[in-house]
C-alpha cells in the first residue's frame, strides 16, 4: 500500500513552494501537510465532498498547453506558463494533479474568504455569549481570522427555530446552522440512518428530521462534533460549561473490544463530556453515544468511595492487608475481568502464579455488534488477557467451573477484580462459603459479602492500556481524581503481589510495564510512554487458534485478521 | 397564433396550422416520424457526426454546441447512457417548450428517439415542470400512441433497437432546470446542483451514469438537420448560429409572443414583427435571454471587433440576433426569452421584483447565493419600499461581485449578471431613486405599488 502511494506521487505547487502528494489528494488536505491551514466548514475528511459552504475558495491554474501543438507553453525563464482560472475553485473539490498551482493567499482568494464570511454572519444570530460551541466554533474563529471586522448588513435578520428537539440526545438551534450538510451527509454515510434533510429553499432552508423520525440512532453525537457552530449541541451537555475552561485528556472507550479513542473533558475533578479522537485504522473521527454516557458511572449513586474489611470501613492499605493475609492460604481461585488494563492484568497473573491458583477465570460480555464502533465484544480488553498469559482461552459467560470448584470445596479464597460473581453465575450461597476479595467501582451482590473489598477506580480517575480487537494496543489517561477514600487497582494489585511475594513491586503504570516487557512475549520492546496515541498494533497470531466473536465494523475485517495472522 | 410573415418556422412549422392536433395522426400526416425512420438505418455515429457539423447550439440557455456536448459522453464505462430532455422551462420570460409540447408533441418524441438512437441511448425522460400537468398528460399520450406505431419502446421500427421514455413531473422550482439539480430531482432528492467537477452529467450524471441534458427546442432540432442535412441546416442563421429560434417576446411591444426566425437583428423582431412599442411610448431596455442575462439599453451604441477583425457599431435595433450578436452586445441569447421594458417601467423596481424571484428560487445550498441573493431582495425592496440609502448601489454591486463566479451552479451569475448590469447601465437612476425615494415626502403607496413583491 504505501509503496503503491509512493509511485503515485505527483508534484503540486502551493503558494509557490513544490510538493509531493499522492495523485487524488485534494488541495485542503495537500495544504495542510504544507503545516497551512485553507478554512473550511463543509468539507470533512470522513465524508464525501459538497462543496457548499464556499470558504475553501483558492486560485487555481494548471500548466498551459499549446492548442495547436499541444507543447507546454513556457515562461520566458523556460518554466511551465500557469494558466489560471477565471474564478477561484475550491481546494476540497480539487484534487491534485500534475504540475497544478494554487494560490491560497493571493488578494482573490483572500477576497474570497472575507466574502464568504460576510455572507455567513448576515444572518447568523451572532448569540456566542449564550452559545455552547464559543470558543470551539469555526465561525468564530473564521469571523476573526477571515473576516473584515465590520458589518454592511442593516437588513432584519431571518428568524428561525432555536430550540429543536431532533432527537434524545441532539437539540438544535436553526439560526446558528450554516447549511454545510455535514450532520446530513454524516447520517447517510456512516449512521447509515438518513433522518436529517433541509425543508424550504434559499436562506430560508432549514434543518429538520424527515416527518416521523427522529435523530435517535447511537451515532446521533457525532452530529454535534462535526457541526463546525453551535447549531448542533448535545442535550447533555448543553449551557453546561464553557469550553475554554475544559481540561482534555486523551481516553479509550471502554464499551466494547473496538476502543474508540477519545478525549474526556473535565474541568476540577469533574467530567463534562466525552468526544472521540481521529485515528484513523480504528474509529476515524466517531463514537458511539453509548460510550459517551459511561463518564456517569464516576458520580453514580451506588459508586464505592471506600474500602471495606468484614463490612466496616477502613483504609485502603487496611484493607490491602488484610487481602494479602487471606491470599496467603490455600485453595485460591482468580477473577480477572476483560475491563482490567492490561497492567492490572499482568499483575493478576503474578499474584496467580504466586498463590498457585487452582483457577484463573474472565467474565464474556457479549452484546449486538453493529457493525460499526460497537462490537460484539462488550470486554475491551479480553486480548489482554490473553496476551498477558491470565488466560488461555476465550472466557465464558457464566463461572460455573468456579462453582464446582467452590461446591466441591476445591477453592476456598476468591479474588475478584472487576467482576460481580453473582451476576457471572455463582449464588450468594457461595460466596459466603469462600473467602472473598474483590476490587471494584460500584456496590454489587459481590461487595456486599466480601471479606475484604477495596474501592478501585473508573477509567477516567487512572490511566492504563487495553487491547482492542485488532490486537491493537492503546492506553487512556487519568482525567479526574478519584474519590478520597479509593486507591489505584494497579496499585492495589501491586501492594498484595509485593506483600504475598516479600519482594518489592512497581505500582505504577510506567515502572510495571518493565516488567511487562522483560517478559519476552508479545510486549517485547514496549513501554507505556512508547505507546503511540494512536495505539501500537500487536503481534496477535499466536492467538489466530481462538474463536473470537466479533464481526465486521469499521476498519475491522475479522477473516482477513485470520488470514494476515497466518 | 398567427405566423408572421417575416418568421421562419421549423420546429413550428405545423404547431398553429389549423387543424393540426397534438394527436400522431396530425405528425404522420405531415412526414412525422419519417427522419426516425431514416435513422435506424444510418449508424448511430453518423447521426452523431451530422449533428455536430450542423452546428446545432442548446437553446436551454447556455448555446453549447449539441454534437459537442454528445462526444463527451462516456461510452467506455460499460454504464448505461440516459438522455434526459429538460422541460423544466423555468427562466422567467420563456414559454417556447410548451409550445412545442402542447401543439406538436410528437416532434419532440421523434427528436428524441433519434438522439437516443445516435447515443446509444435505451432509457430517456422527460422532465416537465410541474406546472404543465397538461403537457405532461398529452406527452403521455403521444408516447403511447408512439409505442403502439413502434416508434417507441422495444424494437423500434423492427430495427432491433429498444429506447423507452418517461415523463417526469418536476418539483416545482426554478433550479430544477439546472441539469445537475433536474438529475437530483429525477433521482427523487432534493434538487441541489451537484458540484463538478466530479458530476459533469456526460460522465457521472443520473445514478452516476453518463447522461446527455438537452432542451426540449434543441432535441426537436435533431429532426431538421436529419431532413435538411447538416448543410442545409447551417444555411439558415450566421455561422455558428445555425438554425431557427423561437423568441418568446413579452413586455412592452405591441404583440408579445413567441416567434420563430431565422438570421435577423433585434430591431426586426421587435419593431417589425412584434409591432414596436405601445402607442406613446418607447423601448427602454432589453433583457435578451430570459431574466437572468444582462440588460441591454436602448439608445447605447454597441462598439467592438468581429473576429475578422472588422468593426461593428450598433445600435440596440441593429444587433444580431443570434448567439454570437448578443454575446458581442455583451449580453447572452439565453432561453430565449425577451423582455421589452418601456419608459414606464421603473429598473429599481424591476431589479426589485427579479431579487424576489432569485432570492425565493436559490437552492439554498452555497453560502454566496444563498446568503446574497436574499441580502440583495432585502435591499432592493427596501429601496422601492421608500428607504434608500445613498450607498446602497455600490453595496449591492459588492454583493453581486461576490456571488459571481464563486457558487456551485451558474444560478449564482444569474443572480448576479442582472443586478452588475442594470446598475452598470442605469446607474444614474439607481442613484436618483436613492436620492428622492429617501425623501421622507415621497409617496410610499405609489412606491409600494411598484415594487410587484410587496
Ligand atoms: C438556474 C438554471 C436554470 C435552468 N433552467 C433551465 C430550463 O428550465 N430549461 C432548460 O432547458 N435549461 C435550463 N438550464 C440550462 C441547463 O442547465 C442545461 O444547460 C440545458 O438544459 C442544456 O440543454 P441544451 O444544451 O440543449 O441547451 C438552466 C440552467 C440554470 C443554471
Ligand atoms: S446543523 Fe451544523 S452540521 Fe448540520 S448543516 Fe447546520 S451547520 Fe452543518
Ligand atoms: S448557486 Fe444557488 S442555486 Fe446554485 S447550487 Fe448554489 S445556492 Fe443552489
Ligand atoms: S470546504 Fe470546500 S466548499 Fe466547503
Redesign the pocket.
Known amino acids: 500500500m504505501a509503496e503503491e502511494k509512493k509511485e503515485n506521487l505527483i508534484t503540486v505547487n502551493i503558494d509557490g513552494q513544490d510538493l509531493q502528494v499522492p495523485a487524488g489528494t485534494n488541495m485542503v488536505e495537500a495544504v495542510k501537510m504544507l503545516g497551512k491551514e485553507v478554512p473550511h466548514y463543509c468539507y470533512h475528511p470522513k465524508l464525501s465532498i459538497a462543496g457548499n459552504c464556499r470558504m475553501c475558495l483558492v486560485e487555481m491554474g494548471m500548466p498551459g498547453k499549446d492548442r495547436a501543438t499541444g507543447e507546454p507553453m513556457l515562461n520566458e525563464d523556460g518554466t511551465p506558463k500557469i494558466m489560471w482560472m477565471p474564478g477561484p475553485a475550491i481546494a476540497c473539490g480539487t484534487n491534485a494533479a500534475p504540475g497544478m498551482h494554487i494560490k491560497t493567499n493571493s488578494p482573490k482568494a483572500v477576497e474570497s474568504r472575507e466574502s464568504v464570511t460576510e455572507f455567513l454572519l448576515v444572518n447568523h444570530p451572532l448569540d456566542c455569549p449564550i452559545c455552547d460551541q464559543a470558543g470551539e466554533c469555526k465561525l468564530q474563529e473564521f469571523s476573526a481570522s477571515h473576516g473584515r471586522g465590520y458589518s454592511r448588513f442593516i437588513e432584519e435578520k431571518n428568524v428561525k427555530p432555536k430550540r429543536t428537539r431532533l432527537g434524545p440526545r441532539v437539540t438544535l438551534d436553526d439560526e446558528r446552522c450554516i447549511l454545510c450538510s455535514r450532520c446530513v451527509r454524516f447520517s447517510q454515510e456512516i449512521a447509515k440512518d438518513d433522518v436529517l434533510g433541509f425543508t424550504d429553499r434559499g436562506s430560508y432552508s432549514t434543518l429538520t428530521c424527515f416527518p416521523g423520525k427522529e435523530l435517535a440512532n447511537n451515532y446521533s453525537l457525532n452530529t454535534v462534533d462535526i457541526c463546525p457552530v453551535g447549531a448542533l449541541t448535545s442535550t447533555d451537555f448543553r449551557f453546561k460549561m464553557r469550553v475554554w475552561f475544559l481540561k482534555e485528556s486523551k481516553s479509550i472507550d471502554l464499551e466494547s473490544s473496538v476502543g474508540c479513542n477519545t478525549v474526556v473533558s473535565s474541568r476540577e475533578g469533574k467530567v463534562y463530556r466525552v468526544t472521540p479522537r481521529r485515528n484513523d485504522e480504528v474509529n476515524d473521527t466517531w463514537m458511539p453515544d453509548s460510550g459517551r454516557e459511561l463518564y456517569k458511572q464516576i458520580e453514580s449513586e451506588d459508586r464505592l468511595s471506600y474500602s471495606t474489611v468484614n463490612g466496616s470501613q477502613t483504609s485502603a492499605v487496611e484493607a490491602i492487608k488484610a487481602a494479602a493475609e487471606i491470599l496467603k492460604g490455600e485453595g485460591v481461585a482468580i477473577v480477572g475481568s476483560g475491563r482490567n488494563t492490561v497492567e492490572e492484568q499482568f499483575v493478576l497473573k503474578q499474584i496467580a502464579d504466586q498463590v498457585n491458583a487452582k483457577g484463573v477465570y474472565l467474565v464474556a460480555r457479549y452484546g449486538d455488534g453493529d457493525g460499526i464502533l460497537v462490537s460484539k465484544d462488550r470486554n475491551p480488553n479480553v486480548r489482554g488477557a490473553l496476551a498477558t498469559g491470565l488466560i488461555s482461552d476465550l472466557p465464558a459467560e457464566q463461572l460455573s467451573v468456579l462453582a464446582s470448584q467452590i461446591d466441591s470445596g476445591e477453592v476456598s479464597t476468591v479474588l475478584a477484580s472487576k467482576e460481580d460473581l453473582v451476576a457471572a453465575g455463582l449464588s450468594e450461597e457461595q460466596l459466603k462459603k469462600v473467602k472473598l476479595i474483590v476490587i471494584d467501582t460500584h456496590a454489587s451482590a459481590t461487595t456486599k459479602n466480601a471479606d475484604v473489598a477495596i474501592a478501585g477506580l473508573t477509567q477516567f480517575e487512572k490511566s492504563g492500556s487495553v487491547i482492542n480487537q485488532q490486537f491493537r494496543i492503546q492506553k487512556f489517561h487519568k482525567a479526574v481524581p478519584g474519590p478520597v477514600g479509593s486507591i489505584d487497582d494497579l496499585a492495589a494489585l501491586s501492594a498484595i503481589q509485593a506483600s504475598l511475594s516479600g519482594e518489592t513491586f512497581p505500582s505504577v503504570v510506567g515502572t510495571v510495564w518493565e516488567k511487562i516487557a522483560a517478559e519476552g512475549n508479545i510486549f517485547e520492546g514496549l513501554s507505556f510512554k512508547g505507546i503511540a496515541d494512536t495505539g501500537v498494533l500487536l503481534d496477535g497470531s499466536a492467538f489466530s487458534g481462538l474463536a473470537f466473536v466479533e464481526g465486521k465494523s469499521l476498519h475491522f475485517e475479522p477473516k482477513l485478521e485470520a488470514a494476515a495472522a497466518e | 397564433m398567427a405566423i408572421h410573415p417575416k418568421e421562419q418556422r421549423l420546429v413550428l412549422k405545423y404547431a398553429d396550422e389549423p387543424g393540426y392536433t397534438p394527436s400522431i395522426d396530425s405528425y404522420l400526416a405531415h412526414g412525422g416520424y419519417d427522419m426516425l425512420k431514416k435513422a435506424v438505418t444510418m449508424e448511430p455515429q453518423a447521426i452523431i457526426d451530422e449533428v455536430k457539423a450542423s452546428t446545432l447550439?442548446?437553446?436551454?440557455?447556455?448555446?453549447?454546441p449539441?454534437g459537442l456536448?454528445w462526444s463527451f459522453v462516456d461510452r467506455k464505462s460499460g454504464k448505461p447512457i440516459y438522455l434526459i430532455c429538460?422541460?423544466?422551462?423555468?427562466?422567467p420570460g420563456?414559454f417556447k417548450?410548451r409550445q412545442i409540447v402542447h401543439k406538436d408533441p410528437h416532434q419532440l418524441i421523434e427528436g428524441m428517439m433519434i438522439s437516443c438512437f445516435a447515443n446509444n441511448v435505451a432509457k430517456a425522460f422527460i422532465y416537465i415542470?410541474e406546472e404543465m400537468p397538461y403537457g405532461a398528460k398529452i406527452l403521455d399520450e403521444a408516447i403511447l400512441e408512439a409505442k403502439e406505431k413502434g416508434f417507441v419502446g422495444d424494437n423500434v421500427l423492427g430495427s432491433g433497437y429498444s429506447c423507452e421514455i418517461v415523463v417526469h413531473r418536476g418539483a416545482a422550482a426554478?433550479?430544477?432546470?439546472?441539469?445537475?439539480?433536474?438529475i437530483e430531482s429525477l433521482e427523487g432528492k432534493r434538487a441541489n446542483?451537484r458540484i463538478k467537477p466530479p458530476y459533469f452529467p456526460a460522465v457521472l450524471g443520473l445514478y452516476n451514469c453518463p447522461t446527455i441534458?438537452?432542451?426540449?427546442?434543441?432535441?426537436c432540432n435533431a429532426v431538421h438537420i436529419l431532413d435538411m442535412g447538416a448543410e442545409g441546416f447551417k444555411k439558415i442563421g450566421r455561422p455558428n448560429n445555425a438554425g431557427t429560434r423561437i423568441w418568446c417576446v413579452s413586455g412592452g411591444v405591441q404583440r408579445p409572443g413567441y416567434y420563430e426566425v431565422g438570421e435577423m437583428t433585434l430591431g426586426e423582431l421587435v419593431y417589425d414583427i412584434c409591432g414596436g412599442p405601445l402607442p406613446g411610448r418607447s423601448i427602454k431596455a432589453i433583457i435578451p435571454g430570459g431574466s437572468?442575462m444582462k440588460i441591454l439599453k436602448n439608445g447605447e451604441r454597441y462598439k467592438g471587433k468581429n473576429p475578422d477583425g472588422s468593426e461593428y457599431d450598433w445600435g440596440l435595433e441593429d444587433i444580431p440576433l443570434d448567439y454570437d450578436g448578443i454575446a458581442a452586445a455583451g449580453s447572452m441569447s439565453g432561453?430565449g426569452g425577451m423582455m421589452v421594458l418601456d419608459d414606464t417601467v421603473s429598473i429599481p423596481a424591476a431589479l426589485a421584483n427579479l431579487m424576489a424571484f432569485y432570492s425565493h428560487e436559490s437552492c439554498g445550498q452555497c453560502t454566496p447565493c444563498r446568503e446574497g441573493s436574499l441580502w440583495l431582495k432585502k435591499i432592493t425592496s427596501r429601496m422601492v419600499h421608500g428607504e434608500a440609502r445613498p450607498e446602497d448601489v455600490d453595496l449591492m454591486l459588492d454583493v453581486a461581485g461576490q456571488i459571481a463566479g464563486r457558487t456551485i451552479?451558474?444560478?449564482g451569475?444569474?443572480v448576479a449578471w442582472p443586478v452588475q448590469s442594470y446598475i452598470a447601465k442605469f446607474e444614474d437612476e439607481f442613484r436618483e431613486y436613492a436620492a428622492h425615494l429617501s425623501d421622507p415626502n415621497a409617496d410610499r403607496q405609489a412606491i409600494k405599488e411598484l415594487a410587484c413583491n410587496g
Open positions: 447550439r442548446g437553446r436551454g440557455g447556455a448555446g453549447f449539441c456536448k429538460n422541460c423544466d422551462e423555468s427562466e420563456t417548450d415542470r426554478y433550479i430544477c432546470g439546472e441539469e445537475t439539480g433536474l446542483p441534458v438537452n432542451n426540449v427546442e434543441t432535441l437572468s432561453s451552479c451558474a444560478f451569475f444569474a
